[in-house]
């Protein structure tokens, strides 16, 4: 026999145990959600054949309880930015006022008052990037400082106005329908990439565009390349745009996370990489998550089980 024969034979045999193994779990699983249903707790009736849905995780309950307020809000963010940009023909300073208003209208419905600790941390982390930045201290004073907030967010879990003070106590009742120190774990990385974007921009960083667009792949062919994007924006670092880019609404929650000067290089020039069409796959691939991750709580109760041990 071969090698490329054994090759092939090994790779059937692993087809056939995976196969085996996932049609195990999944007929195991399926059996042991069946059987303790009515001892779990987390579940709610669901939608799919008079199932129950494991709706324990309070992070995906609550995501998934204001998904239709976020789609309307995201729908009309969507909107608003598209009427507004090419009509008051808006550039970097202009677009980042607008998407600050909705973002921190966004804010308010979801964390109340405690967007006053989110601005007040942002602030804070915004003058010492300023101060520090061309110094050797700089890599020191950002982690220890962003590492610090990130423990006493966990220690004194988003913290309360009554111990700043008892008249600010009243504010402890309109905290939003989300805890804000857990969305803030993105925020802490947004702060760092800004921090060190505005500190590599300090220095001279010796790049040279024509070179590039003649060697870069993706700039030959008349677009516009993630490394040339940022390169652009590198003197863009005011305060508003800082702000706006932390709390950009659409990558608030979940993100995906992009750098400092790749988001502050798209508000003067939307991304022309990806067309309609592949937007619009990249859509329905998210739906067909969405759908996925729906039928797995409806029929393997997973986190139920491992928040109600024991039985």
């Not at 309307?72 to 300073?93: A, C, E, W």
């Not at 921090?195 to 993706?218: N, V």
């Not at 990249?282 to 109600?308: C, K, M, P, Q, T």
Request: with cysteine; proline share 2%.
């Amino acid at each position: 026999m071969n090698k490329t024969s054994w090759k092939r034979g090994e790779l059937v045999v692993l087809i056939l145990y995976a196969l085996v193994f996932y049609a195990g779990i999944i007929h195991r699983s399926l059996q042991l959600s069946h059987d303790y249903s009515g001892k779990l707790f987390g579940l709610r009736p669901g939608w799919l054949n008079g199932r129950f849905n494991d709706v324990s995780d309070a992070q995906w309950r609550n995501f998934r309880g204001n998904l239709p307020i976020l789609t309307i809000v995201f729908g009309l963010f969507t909107l608003m930015f598209n009427t507004l940009r090419p009509y008051y023909r808006l550039k970097s300073v202009g677009i980042s006022v607008v998407w600050l208003m909705l973002s921190l209208t966004y804010l308010s419905y979801l964390h109340g008052a405690c967007i006053i600790f989110i601005l007040t941390i942002a602030s804070i982390n915004f003058l010492l990037v300023k101060i520090f930045a061309q110094t050797k201290y700089f890599s020191l004073v950002l982690w220890t400082f962003n590492v610090s907030v990130l423990l006493c967010n966990r220690i004194y879990e988003g913290y309360s106005f009554s111990a700043i003070g008892q008249q600010w106590a009243y504010l402890d009742n309109f905290r939003g329908t989300f805890r804000w120190q857990i969305c803030f774990n993105f925020v802490i990385l947004r702060m760092i990439s800004f921090g060190y974007d505005y500190h590599w921009a300090s220095h001279d960083t010796r790049f040279d565009q024509e070179k590039h667009i003649q060697r870069c792949k993706i700039c030959t062919t008349g677009k516009t390349c993630y490394s040339l994007l940022q390169e652009r924006s590198s003197r863009n670092f005011s305060f508003i745009t800082y702000v706006c880019y932390l709390v950009y609404a659409p990558l608030y929650i979940a993100g995906p996370i992009i750098s400092f000067n790749a988001f502050a290089s798209q508000l003067d020039l939307p991304q022309k990489n990806y067309s309609v069409r592949e937007v619009a796959w990249y859509g329905l691939r998210w739906v067909l998550d969405l759908l996925l991750a729906e039928l797995i709580s409806h029929f393997f109760y997973y986190n139920a089980f491992a928040v109600s041990y024991p039985l």
